[in-house]
């Protein structure tokens, strides 16, 4: 690829990722790769394309498959669309046990949506992750940069509204 | 040297050798999957777990090197419940669909779980199954069965450099995919069908052909590039059902291109020509063996008694047997004019020489594998000899520096340390920069001709790593042999080897190329095919070719074929064009179908027995030419196995002239635009361009051509005529150079000594 096939990494994205690369040893671009792709993600709203992780793969002189790889096997990499706010909601032992099964439900019957889909607003959408770390709150939910526990139905609702 | 003991047999071993290789080395079995001698340890499959004494648990012996005394058992209890426990494992979610499996009977999961397995497993749970996709015209994928042992993947990322595969996903979830839904391209893509240790990726002409058990594997030698890999022609009722590499370290090491792999499908097109055909009154007629070939006689007769008006093109491909015989048979009256080199333009070598003088490979290609410095001349490598472009590859990963002369900057698979992308005379002009620098590096006098050169410093480098490499090569590809300046560019470089202590390897591109020149097919009498086509050639005999597609002569030589009195066709394939130029055409039969010798670009003599039936009535050209010489009446024409015919073409090679620096060519410049002819990994001969899976996988040509030129189409001027063509923009192909594909209908007009760009 030339410099200006690049669509995405120029101007400031690539100083933020070009910080990371210069972490790592000139002939190892590649160890780069999970900021860069962490880094096109935020740019693009929230979730990778194709083209994005070709373009980390061309910059960092990487082999395209290589990338889908990475991309596909951390599950902070999305591949859909997501909300402004995404809802990390945990889906393993302890927080099953507390009953998140019935956050999730009403979760989705508030905002009308699967997991995995867009309110028509573009505010929010849900996702089931496993482990946050977090079992003595447990139920807990990512969104964000935030971790929000001992929830329960109210405690969700007062979160949404205070949502933007 | 270390000693291990595995069960109970002492074993000598080096410190640190991976357990497997030392039991492979004793034929001990183990069993694996995703172990592979050609690949990176995954250690993902767990198949070969075994009991090492003193270890805790059982180790996988893909990924244990051994150590002295360490003692190992690979049948004990805990090792066979180790080896159960897997089997049980792999098996959850693959199908039971061996029935109904291309793999079954050759697959290595049906295999070991006979043997290593249980005969029930616990899982009575739903299995997982993963949808396939469409990766292009040669491998079929049946995903559901694939156990993740990662093979596929590490070969593209290892071996062919180019990783089209990902294990994508991950836990339940992983999936080998091109997860974009591309199609494979790579050019030996087809080696991960034999790699692939289950029904995952099959081979998509295959698909539902024929059981392993059913066919016969006969050994034999590839036919498409001069590299003669070794290969095994499977058949089923004496029809060539599949084409599968064998091993051979020196050349093709476990590999096969796709090309050597698929042509077969050409094999069996339905355009062969079965029965032997006469034209009367402008029909077509079919004929008895014996009548075509009286015919044939009394066609070539009263030419014969004109010896020097008579012309033969054969096809380079053509044995050693086949070669010899028509060049005894030919010259034996007077013709000298055979010509086997039908896409070279420039000649000046052979008359600098006073004989022909040959391509060929000095260095075998594991030294060429452990070269340190590489120079490409003119050479798309990877697309010429993709199994050379390999080894290339492999001296490039261990730290060599390869730097290229090119036309066009094409994709290599490997980092370039530098290039110089220009027209032919400015790349010619280039290697006199290089002589001279490496002239001034030696304190040695500048060669005469490369006085003006003006060296840089990019000039220098080049130059000095040459001369300071221990072990460099100077290759001259396809892309230089067919240029108008050919012999500038291998003196130029012969003339570099000289100065800076490199080899000179000048790539031969077709199977039996180096074969043609050691018995004497090309021209005797200093000729060559231009200067034959120059001559008033009343009587032409064309062997195994599709003369309008397989030269770079094309409107010029139809019109020579249309002028003379007389033409002969040996042909495997029936053609509208040989029907509209021919007089007699005789049906012969193709590589697989005869016993025969191709020499290959390092020199060997590789021979090979029947290995399919040619169809109807095709017969071996050998056996043909023999009858041909007795109904001539000639002596020495009574063989009856084609090794008599080896023997003697063996004891009568041609003396040849060699590549070297101080001979004294007359100089030639070229103009700009340049038009240079390309060829397709798929367009080569007759057989490839038959092979319809090959005809629509990435390597085939397209009628299109390519400059830096920026206009929809180009106009060339051809011997009969302008043609048009649409033209593809493209920033890679160098200023002033227009690349045309060559061996299509749509530019078999095209006369790469007379052509020019009319208008863009
Ligand atoms: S497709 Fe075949 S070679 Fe590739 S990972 Fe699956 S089983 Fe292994
Ligand atoms: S199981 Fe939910 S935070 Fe650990
Ligand atoms: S062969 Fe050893 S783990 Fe796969």
């Known amino acids: ?164 | 040297m270390i000693k291990i003991e595995i069960n109970g047999q002492i074993v000598e071993a080096h410190e640190g050798d991976m357990l497997i290789d030392v039991a492979d080395e004793a034929k001990i079995p183990i069993p694996r999957f995703c172990y592979h001698k050609k690949l990176s340890i995954a250690a993902n499959c767990r198949m070969c777990l075994v009991e090492v004494e003193g270890a805790p648990k059982a180790l996988p012996a893909c990924a244990t090197p051994v150590t002295d005394g360490m003692k190992v058992h690979t049948r004990s209890p805990k090792a066979r419940a180790a080896q159960k426990a897997v089997m049980e494992f792999l098996l959850i979610n693959h199908p039971l669909d061996c029935p109904i499996c291309d793999q079954g009977g050759e697959c290595e999961l049906q295999d070991v779980a006979f043997e290593y397995g249980n005969d029930v497993g616990k899982y009575s749970e739903a299995k997982r199954v993963v949808p396939d996709h469409d990766v292009g015209p040669l491998i079929a994928t049946d995903m559901t069965r694939c156990i993740h042992c990662t093979r596929c993947v590490r070969f593209g990322q290892e071996i062919s450099g180019l990783m089209e595969l990902g294990a994508v996903g991950r836990s339940e979830w992983m999936e080998i995919t091109t997860y974009v839904g591309k199609s494979i391209t790579s050019e030996i893509s087809g080696n991960i069908i034999d790699l692939c240790p289950v029904g995952a990726l099959t081979s998509k002409p295959f698909r539902f052909k024929a059981r392993a058990w059913e066919m016969v594997a006969h050994p034999s030698i590839a036919a498409h590039d001069s590299l003669g890999s070794h290969i095994e022609v499977h058949t089923y009722q004496d029809k060539v059902m599949r084409v599968v590499p064998r091993d051979n370290e020196a050349i093709n090491e476990t590999w096969l291109s796709d090309r050597d792999r698929f042509a077969y499908e050409g094999i069996n097109s339905q355009d062969r020509l079965t029965v032997p055909l006469a034209k009367s009154k402008g029909q077509w007629d079919e004929q008895e063996w014996e009548d075509a070939l009286n015919q044939t006689v009394e066609l070539l007769k009263p030419h014969l008694n004109n010896p020097d008006t008579v012309g033969v093109l054969v096809s380079p491909n053509a044995t050693v047997e086949e070669l010899y015989l028509l060049r005894k048979l030919l010259h034996a009256h007077g013709v000298k004019d055979i010509e086997t080199r039908l896409r070279q333009i420039d000649f000046r070598l052979d008359e600098a020489a006073g004989k022909p003088v040959a391509p060929g490979l000095v260095n075998t290609l594991p030294e060429i594998e452990a070269m340190e410095s590489v120079l490409l001349v003119g050479s798309n490598l990877r697309y010429e000899i993709p199994l050379l472009n390999l080894r290339v590859r492999k001296a490039q990963l261990e730290g060599a520096r390869v730097r290229v002369l090119n036309v066009a900057d094409y994709p290599f698979t490997f980092d370039l340390e530098d290039k110089v992308i220009a027209d032919p005379q400015a790349l010619v002009d280039t290697l006199k920069v290089l002589v001279r620098a490496a002239a001034e590096l030696k304190g040695t006098e500048i060669p005469a001709g490369a006085e003006d050169a003006v060296v840089s410093e990019q000039h220098q480098a080049w130059a000095k790593d040459l001369v300071e490499s221990g072990k460099a090569t100077i290759m001259v590809g396809a892309m230089a042999q067919q240029s108008p300046l050919y012999a500038d560019f291998v003196l130029w470089s012969a003339r570099l080897a000289d100065l800076t202590g490199a080899t000179i390897n000048v790539v031969p591109q077709s199977a039996n190329e180096v074969g043609a020149y050691q018995v004497g097919a090309v021209p005797a009498n200093g000729g060559n095919i231009d200067s034959m086509l120059a001559s008033d050639k009343k009587a032409w005999i064309v062997v195994g070719i599709d003369p309008e597609l397989d030269t770079v002569y094309g409107a010029r030589l139809k019109q020579a074929l249309d002028q003379a009195d007389t033409v002969i066709s040996l042909t495997a394939y029936d053609s509208e064009y040989l029907r509209s130029v021919s007089d007699i055409m005789l049906p012969i039969a193709v590589h697989t179908e005869t016993a025969g010798t191709f020499v290959n670009a390092t020199g060997d003599w590789q021979s090979f027995k029947i290995a399919s039936a040619a169809p109807g009535d095709a017969k071996p050209l050998w056996k043909i030419l023999r009858v041909l010489g007795n109904l001539l009446d000639m002596d020495g024409f009574d063989y009856v196995h084609a090794d008599e015919v080896l023997e003697e073409a063996k004891a009568q090679t041609q003396s040849l002239g060699s590549v070297q620096g101080d001979l004294a060519i007359p100089a030639r410049t070229c103009d700009k635009p340049v038009v240079l002819g390309e060829w397709s990994l798929y367009s080569v001969d007759p057989i490839v361009r038959r092979s319809e899976p090959l005809q629509k996988a990435a390597g085939a040509a397209r009628p299109v051509v390519r400059s830096a030129i920026e206009a929809d189409e180009i106009v060339l001027n051809t011997p009969a005529g302008p043609i048009t063509l649409p033209n593809e923009y493209d920033e890679s192909v160098a200023p002033g150079v227009v690349l045309v594909p060559m061996g299509l209908s749509e530019t078999a007009d095209v006369t790469l000594t007379d052509v020019s760009v009319a208008a863009s």
């Not at chain 1, 690539?14 to 000139?26: F, G, L, T, V």
């Not at chain 1, 960092?60 to 498959?65: E, N, V």
């Not at chain 1, 607003?121 to 940069?145: H, N, Q, T, W």
């Not at chain 1, 971790?147 to 933007?164: A, H, I, K, V």
């Open chain 1, 1 to 164: 690829m030339k410099d200006t096939d690049f669509k995405v990494i120029k101007g400031e994205v690539k100083e933020r990722i070009d910080r990371w690369i210069s972490h790592y040893p000139a002939d190892q671009r590649q160890s780069a790769v999970m900021p860069a792709l962490r880094i096109v993600q935020e740019v693009n709203g929230g979730y990778l394309t194709p083209e994005l992780m070709d373009e980390v793969a061309a910059y960092l002189g990487m082999q395209p498959a290589a990338v889908y790889e990475v991309a596909t096997f951390y599950s902070m990499y999305e591949h859909q669309p997501v909300g402004k706010h995404k809802i990390c909601v945990c889906h393993n032992i302890s927080c099953l046990l507390r009953d998140v099964d019935d956050l999730i439900e009403y979760l989705k019957e508030k905002l009308g949506v699967d997991i995995g889909e867009v309110t028509p607003d573009g505010r929010f959408s849900i996702k089931k992750v496993e482990c946050l770390g977090a079992c003595g709150e447990a139920p807990v939910a990512m969104i964000g940069k935030e971790y929000y526990g001992n929830l329960t139905r109210e405690r969700l609702d007062e979160l949404l509204e205070s949502l933007e």
